[in-house]
């Protein structure tokens, strides 16, 4: 395994460069998978990085280097941890990072079923829960409008856990276009002339709206609403974090299937 131990060798500036910029990975094409079980999950669905990085206490780690043995040999390097720090797109450094293409986009074909739509979500740590609880409730189609964070950013990658690699993901998306005959009901999370989420029947196809953490829904998104829910809150909050909402609302249809199949 290649040993490198200086911040000017140009792995390092690139490594550090995914880690840091939106434009540096737009324009090469690749993101940063960090930590250990991302990375399981990457291998596991087939996906071959093109460069593994382990720190030095990392590669002490019994799970990391069995994913390291894992990958090609001429693609792992072994960085210093102070070093490894620095490429490291979180503050807490897991040990291991890989390099992977980012993938191409999901085709832009209508939702046949259930599907997700984020308007303008920002928070890298919101967008990857809502990605990871979509995979878990078994919703498949993501779709992201102009103005969300970079869905393949390496902070949004860790949030949710490698579900990445089981969903349609789709950015820049007119929802309008996006969602223009589909055969459900398409249901913004909204206070204003909304109903209680768990009044509303959810057993037939879904399009979920979900907006911005302060500013919610855009007028044009949310005009595309044919329901709109709010979740009955008798502690007195005003709101719930979108990450969290989005969560309320998947398993909230999941448990109405499930009573169905009974």
Not at 60 to 79: G, H, K, M, N, W
Not at 108 to 137: E, F, H, S
Request: with cysteine.
């Amino acid at each position: 395994m290649k040993q490198i131990t200086s911040r000017d060798n140009p792995t390092v500036k690139h490594l550090h460069a995914l880690a840091t910029s939106a434009r540096a990975r737009r324009t090469s094409g690749e993101t940063l998978l960090d930590g250990a079980h991302v990375l399981g999950v990457a291998l596991e669905r087939g996906v071959r990085p093109t460069r593994v990085v382990v720190s030095e206490s990392g590669l002490r780690q019994p799970e990391i280097a069995a994913l390291v043995a894992r990958c090609a040999a001429d693609s792992c390097i072994e960085l210093p941890d102070r070093l490894f720090a620095h490429v490291s797109p979180v503050d807490a450094p897991s040990g291991v990072l890989a390099v992977i293409p980012i993938p191409s986009p999901a085709a832009a074909t209508l939702p046949a079923g259930d599907c997700v739509v984020l308007d303008a979500v920002q928070d890298p740590g919101n967008l990857g829960t809502i990605l990871r609880t979509a995979a878990a409730a078994g919703v498949v189609d993501v779709l992201l409008t102009k103005g969300c964070a970079q869905a393949w950013a390496p902070r949004v990658v860790r949030a949710a856990m490698g579900a990445h690699f089981g969903l349609k993901i789709r950015e820049d998306v007119d929802a309008a276009a996006a969602l223009a005959g589909f055969r459900g009901i398409v249901v913004a999370a909204d206070l204003r002339d909304a109903v209680e989420l768990y009044d509303l029947d959810l057993r037939a196809a879904v399009a979920w709206l979900f907006g911005s953490e302060g500013q919610g829904l855009s007028p044009a998104v949310a005009a595309l609403a044919t329901q709109r829910v709010l979740i009955p809150m008798p502690g007195g909050m005003e709101s719930l974090n979108v990450g969290v909402a989005a969560g309320v609302c998947l398993f909230e249809q999941l448990r109405q299937r499930r009573g169905l199949q009974r």
